[in-house]
């Protein structure tokens, strides 16, 4: 059964790596980037700002970097626990995709920047929903953009963006949980 699995995400990484094209190379290692996502998270700094005053800003910046430490370092256990070696690493498919990112790691089960996306969306999300209806479905765009970039530049397979944006899911609505407890706990008790 893991097997065939296998062979379904295998035939499918290949069907959406093939989709590309060189015109659109550029855009897409751009987006994969993780600088490239600074402009819209200081967009959302400031719509938090809005949103919490200084000190809940404060809470959920803290929040937000111990989220992301937590996802990078659950993908990194995977990883190296798993040793799935990424799509670039594989010779049997050289022939047959297109790689297209600047650099390839060993291991790629699951993926960190689906993992990191998908955590940053819904943590914020849940954050904004109250004011603005309209983010958690662009976020969750986002990291969906995100994710796909990562099949595209031909670095994960389409397994690793799933387990990785469940992960990630998961664990932004931990840390939502997380910072709503430390606003109510820091916050309404210093009033």
């Known amino acids: 059964m893991l097997e065939e699995l296998l062979k379904y995400d295998t035939e499918l990484f290949l069907f959406l790596n093939n989709l590309g094209s060189e015109s659109w190379d550029g855009l897409w290692r751009f987006i994969t980037e993780k600088y490239s996502s600074i402009p819209l998270y200081i967009i959302l700094l400031y719509l938090v700002f ?11 910046m803290v929040a937000a970097a111990l989220m992301i430490t937590a996802t990078d ?12 070696p990424r799509p670039c690493r594989v010779e049997a498919l050289q022939d047959s ?14 993926s960190a920047h ?14 904004l929903r109250g004011r603005y ?38 664990i932004g609505w931990l840390f939502y949980k997380l910072q709503k407890w430390a606003q109510g706990r820091f916050i309404t008790s210093a009033v």
């Open 133 to 170: 209806s309209w983010i958690p479905f662009a976020l969750l765009f986002w990291a969906f953009i995100i994710a796909y970039s990562r099949i595209y530049l031909g670095v994960h397979y389409p397994l690793d963006i799933i387990t990785g944006m469940f992960f990630g899911g998961m």
């Open 97 to 110: 995709m297109r790689f297209v990112a600047e650099g390839c790691g060993r291991f790629g089960y699951f």
């Open 73 to 84: 370092q659950l993908a990194n256990l995977f990883k190296y626990g798993i040793e799935r």
């Open 114 to 127: 689906a993992a990191s996306s998908m955590a940053a969306a819904v943590f914020l999300g849940l954050i």
């Open 50 to 60: 809005k949103e919490l005053g200084w000190k809940g800003t404060l809470i959920v």
